[in-house]
């Protein structure tokens, strides 16, 4: 990156699944964004999108955390999210969410137009792709379905995949098919969650990979979760993990 | 009746149910995205599908209006029925005055919505099902599973046990065409000796009172043409401006539904037979039916209204797939189903519907009007949270967590308590069962915590 | 209140003046699959062959050639030369001699002879409707459905298929032989109606 060119602060919204089960992916995100000659802030007061509320269908408490989201995010160029479906939640259904209040859309829809998955946004928005990842591997990469349709993030992820050396990908049959995770229908129905779930793991043993990725951490806790009850050896990544350098430590579920 | 858990457990544990909806649904994705491929201009001519629906659903009144002076101006009789009830009473009454015996049926999901196979046994009407797969649901007296596969939960040997039972001269070679030539054997002259002909509409046409079915076997043409009586019944969202309206609409609904360009059979009948007609019914009754989507219309559901019935949404569906459609209990299963089932059979009956979908957007990714089902399953569970209907535990859970969320380093607190916590239940990396979240580690592992959160870690990083 | 002005109470919206003006506009430059207008007759037979269409095809060049012409179909088939004519006056005037004709097929095994009115290039569609000469249920009954049409009836598109006017008692588009996928979404053909769809292009006068 040169030198002149002012570089884009940009806000980390690590998600809270992220902060709480694999803070690797929060780091990961970090090293590519200062990679792609980005100014990487981590906003003190975010917690939570507010997903589960609002699919829960409690609008009250989705829109609530919604003020408290735009409010930490707001004032930076863009808000970049290792989540499709947080980002999802943010970009699309904000505005929606607040479409009656006067003094808030206005400030929702202005956070929306900034935010990012991560990356669609290192691809699309700073055109960059890994230069010293390294990762021996042969993998699959399974599309997230907020991701993948309400934010197009499809071909991203392959691009800056492609660039790490080291990596083949074999692509997954039924790649955009719902693994099952669906957030808290996986617990709500978890029988069918599973049944879902058993399809997709059959599926990844099926491509022979030995690594699984996907660009949220809800899916692929639910993935690698089944994979490994059922006493599979294929290990799960975040693929920013890979991208960012970083595909050499404790995939998930593995202790460091 | 039993609740749409215990259903979808019984269907799960039911590898037939499982092997069956797969070769069908399966089948149908396939060919549909071939005819996607096939059809450059899919995506806009889903943008003029859902503009023309959208316009009639807007104007509804005028065109209805428009269409009953047709329809009369032609011949036809047309009957308003506000509920299902009205609407089945209408129709066996139009049959005792016909002095029906028996009636020959052509698939309606409109007919199933209402009712009607009840309400005709009730009357003491013999009703003859001519579609393939309402026959086999007919024989085994079951409802169907799917609204243009309605056998989907059958495979091909439970079929053939099936008409091996009842037919009188069943197949003898164990093949899918056999059976279905024992069918047509059955069928075919039951059929033709039928009082009246009952169908739905797939379209009815404003400008010229006619009515539109389509099929691929030519059962309705078998069904409506013979008999002295033919009778409609028709959702009110089924009207088109005119014939060229519907074209549109046809390009896309074979295409959704089976994959090819258009159905076999495409008719519009327009009133009663004329004057040195060579065949044709004396009389024809178009019966509007409103049961509910007026106020559908009314109370944001409006873009359902778009719906051709195509089935697309459901054979995509990873839930339906799972679980076949007899587990969602009502007419309409799948995404669509999980829409209208609250709509038609009361929310307080179906809160489970609207919840059991992982909202993944595939459904409105293949519906050929672009109904936002998502938005409108999140509809229905924003109503049910509103009215109270959601149980007490994930009213306190949402409602615990929300406030905690609230409250950023409360939430820091709790987080990182809850990460020592998690990880004190692991080994190895992993969870095998976690305390109040036995629907996860049921039937998958839960990885432990890294270790501290990535806040803690990242204050500290920075610090340093 | 009667049920019909209740609902329709419940459905009054601001009627809009320019209601057939939007109306129209919804058809302009409709999305179709491409079909070269230039060779009407060649897509058009393209689309029969399709197997979801299954149907088979013959040409004469005259009119006097048609009984020739469906007894070679039937002969063919291993079918009688029987036949199930409409009272047309166009196949009244030709020669039928060597052919067992009656007006109503019997419920299976017989052939018919129709004339369409058009065919449709885009989906391989035959279109016809009812009238004095031209009953709707033999058409239906058949085992075997012989359409003749005029190759100058071919036409590109579905929007062509619409009579203008007064409509018949019915109008139908047929497009291909009865076919069902209802056990196990496997397609097979002769469910109810038809199960052989053999389609005459007349290709002079």
């Not at chain 2, 858990?5 to 070769?23: F, I, N, S, W």
């Not at chain 2, 029906?100 to 099902?129: C, D, F, N, Q, Y």
Request: aromatic share 6%; proline share 6%.
């Amino acid at each position: 990156m040169n030198e002149s060119t002012p570089s884009r602060r940009v806000a980390l919204f690590v998600t809270c699944l992220v902060d709480l089960m694999r803070p690797r992916i929060g780091f990961a995100a970090i090293r590519a964004l200062e990679a792609a000659g980005c100014e990487v802030i981590v906003p003190e007061g975010q917690t939570c999108c507010g997903q589960p509320a609002l699919n829960s269908g409690d609008r009250d408490h989705a829109a609530a955390l919604a003020r408290r989201t735009i409010e930490a995010l707001e004032g930076y160029d863009h808000i970049v999210i290792p989540s499709g479906s947080c980002a999802g939640t943010i970009r699309c259904h904000y505005p929606e969410i607040l479409a009656d209040d006067a003094h808030w859309l206005p400030r929702a829809q202005a956070v929306a137009e900034r935010t990012w998955e991560i990356m669609a946004f290192l691809d699309e928005v700073c055109g960059w792709r890994p230069e010293a990842a390294r990762c021996e591997g042969h993998a699959t990469y399974h599309d997230s379905c907020s991701g993948l349709r309400e934010l197009g993030v499809k071909a991203q992820p392959r691009r800056l995949l492609k660039a790490v050396e080291g990596l083949t990908l074999t692509p997954l049959a039924g790649e955009e098919t719902c693994c099952g995770f669906g957030g808290t229908f996986c617990v709500k129905y978890p029988a069918i969650s599973n049944a879902i779930v058993a399809e997709k793991a059959a599926a990844i043993e099926a491509t022979g990979a030995g690594l699984l990725l996907a660009g949220d951490l809800g899916c692929l806790m639910n993935m690698a979760g089944k994979l490994h009850r059922d006493g599979s050896k294929v290990r799960a990544f975040h693929a920013i993990e890979l991208i960012a350098g970083m595909g050499d430590g404790p995939a998930i579920g593995e202790d460091a | 009746m039993t609740g749409f858990k215990t259903r979808a457990d019984a269907a799960l544990a039911d590898p037939v149910l499982k092997l069956a909806v797969e070769r069908t649904a399966g089948t149908a994705e396939a060919k549909r995205a071939l005819a996607v491929e096939a059809f450059p201009d899919f995506e806009r001519a889903r943008d003029r599908a859902a503009a023309i629906k959208d316009h009639v659903i807007t104007h509804l009144g005028h065109y209805l209006e428009r269409f009953e002076a047709n329809a009369i101006a032609a011949g036809a009789q047309v009957h308003w029925a506000r509920t299902a009830d009205e609407a089945c009473r209408i129709v066996i009454g139009i049959c005792k005055a016909a002095g029906a015996r028996t009636v020959a049926r052509s698939k309606s999901m409109l007919g199933e919505e209402i009712g009607l196979p009840h309400a005709l046994a009730e009357a003491g009407i013999g009703r003859i099902e001519t579609d393939l797969a309402e026959h086999i649901i007919q024989l085994a007296d079951e409802r169907p599973s799917h609204i243009i596969w309605p056998a989907m939960h059958k495979t091909r040997e439970q079929v053939s046990a099936l008409f091996r039972a009842k037919h009188r001269a069943p197949h003898e070679e164990e093949s899918i065409a056999a059976m279905a030539e024992s069918a047509r054997r059955e069928l075919r002259s039951r059929m033709l000796g039928a009082d009246v002909g009952i169908s739905g509409a797939n379209f009815l046409i404003a400008d010229t009172g006619a009515v539109c079915t389509v099929t691929n076997e030519g059962n309705a043409e078998l069904s409506l043409v013979p008999p002295r009586v033919h009778v409609v019944t028709a959702g009110i969202e089924k009207i088109v401006p005119s014939m060229g309206h519907a074209i549109p609409l046809l390009r896309l609904l074979a295409r959704s539904a089976t994959g090819a360009a258009l159905t076999q059979y495409t008719t519009f009948y327009t009133g009663p037979k004329r004057p040195g007609d060579r065949d044709g019914p004396e009389e024809m009754h178009i019966v509007l039916v409103d049961n509910g989507r007026t106020a559908m219309r009314e109370e944001g559901l409006a873009e359902m209204l778009r719906c051709i019935r195509c089935g697309a949404c459901m054979n995509h569906c990873v839930v339906f797939r799972q679980i076949g459609g007899h587990a969602y209990g009502g007419t309409y299963p799948g995404p669509m189903g999980a829409v209208l089932t609250p709509a038609l059979d009361g929310l307080e009956r179906s809160r489970d519907l609207p919840h059991a979908c992982t909202l993944n957007g595939k459904c409105q990714e293949v519906c050929p009007v672009r109904i936002p089902l998502p938005t409108l399953l999140r509809g229905w569970r924003e109503r049910s949270w509103r009215e109270g209907l959601e149980p007490v535990s994930a009213r306190w859970g949402v409602g615990l967590w929300a406030s905690i969320a609230r409250r950023p380093r409360l939430y820091r607190v709790v987080a990182a308590l809850a990460a020592g916590s998690l990880r004190l239940l692991g080994n190895r990396g992993w969870i095998a069962r976690l305390p109040l979240g036995g629907g996860w580690t049921r039937h998958r592992d839960m990885p432990r915590p890294e270790g501290r959160t990535f806040m803690a870690q990242y204050r500290k990083e920075k610090r340093r | 209140m009667s049920a019909r002005d209740a609902i329709l109470a419940r459905l009054k919206g601001a009627s809009s003046p320019s209601l057939r003006a939007e109306a129209d506009a919804l058809l302009v430059a409709p999305e179709r699959p491409a079909v070269d207008a230039a060779a009407l007759e060649a897509e058009f037979l393209a689309r029969l062959a399709l197997p979801s269409v299954s149907a088979t095809h013959d040409a004469i060049e005259d009119l006097s050639a048609l009984p020739d012409a469906v007894a070679r179909y039937l002969a063919a088939q291993d079918e009688p030369p029987a036949l199930c004519l409409p009272p047309d006056p166009r196949l009244a005037a030709c020669d039928w001699s060597g052919f067992t004709l009656h007006e109503r097929p019997a419920s299976d095994g017989a052939a018919v002879l129709a004339v369409a009115r058009r065919g449709i290039a885009e989906t391989g569609s035959l279109i016809f409707e009812t009238g004095p000469q031209a009953p709707m249920l033999p058409n239906f009954l058949a085992l075997h459905h012989i359409v003749l049409l005029p190759v100058e009836a071919i036409h590109p598109y579905l929007e062509d298929a619409p009579l203008a006017g007064p409509q018949p008692r019915a109008h139908y588009w047929i497009t291909g032989v009865s076919g069902t996928t209802d056990i196990e979404g496997t397609y097979v053909r002769g469910a109810h109606g038809p199960r052989f769809l053999h389609v005459i292009l007349l290709r002079g006068c």
